[in-house]
């Protein structure tokens, strides 16, 4: 168990829906990482937090969105979804002291 | 850009055996991170090993151990006395280092590993 707990596990949904999925980082991690794994994109970097502040991004389409709040946890919203949004969506936390990356068991979104 | 290049698509060890993941990558920083994370059939991502740029000593983690070949930018992984339980996908990720803070991982595309008993 990694610490970092990612809610929903499983989230079956139709196209044009939105989804809101939900990431708690481990007690005193003030990074959290957005990422995405489709088979045919493989694992790709979405978008990074800090303390609240967005601090990069990566291949992160505009209709995706995210927000990290004062206690830390964090928001990944997908609007408009496409069947090809069907993918695993991790998050990670990281914590300042030390350069490792921590993943949450992913939320496994399946747009139908 | 940075890119993280894996080419062996799958691997096969028997059991007890050692075996050797390799993975390249492309960077113009000096201070940088990378890793292996190990995937297994469950999903969940596992850090397996980590090597800081500035260190020369490769990293060793009980039985996995690295090769860390800067001037050649590669960064390969040796799994010694392999267990069934080591059979999983394997991702070669790079990180570079912001003064302290870590930057977003660029994942290669990995490397599933069957181990036969």
């Known amino acids: 168990d990694s610490g970092v707990t990612q809610t929903p596990k499983h989230l079956i949904t139709a196209t044009g829906q939105r989804v809101t999925l939900r990431c708690s980082p481990r007690s005193g991690d003030l990074s959290v990482y957005w990422y995405q794994q489709s088979l045919d994109q493989g694992l790709q970097f979405l978008i990074h937090y800090y303390n609240g502040e967005e601090r990069a991004k990566g291949n992160i389409l505009e209709r995706f969105s995210a927000q990290q709040f004062p206690d830390l946890h964090s928001e990944l919203n997908l609007s408009s979804l496409e069947l090809g949004d069907s993918a695993l969506y991790f998050c990670?936390?990281?914590?300042?002291?030390?350069?490792?990356?921590?993943f949450g068991p992913g939320t496994r979104l399946t747009v139908l | 850009a940075q890119t993280v290049t894996q080419s062996q698509p799958e691997m096969s060890v028997q059991e007890a055996e050692t075996v050797t993941l390799s993975c390249t990558y492309d960077t113009s920083e000096s201070d940088y991170y990378l890793f292996w994370y190990k995937q297994p059939p469950s999903r969940q991502m596992i850090l397996v090993i980590r090597?800081?740029?500035?260190?020369?000593q490769n990293a060793t983690e009980n039985r996995f151990s690295v090769n860390f070949q800067k001037a050649a930018k590669s960064f390969s992984l040796k799994i010694s006395d392999s267990q069934l339980g080591d059979a999983a996908m394997y991702f070669c990720a790079y990180s570079r280092n912001y003064g302290g803070s870590q930057g977003n991982l660029i994942f290669g595309k990995g490397t599933k590993l069957s181990v036969k008993p």
């Open positions: 090597q800081e740029a500035y260190k020369q």
């Open positions: 990670a936390s990281s914590p300042t002291d030390r350069n490792e990356q921590f």
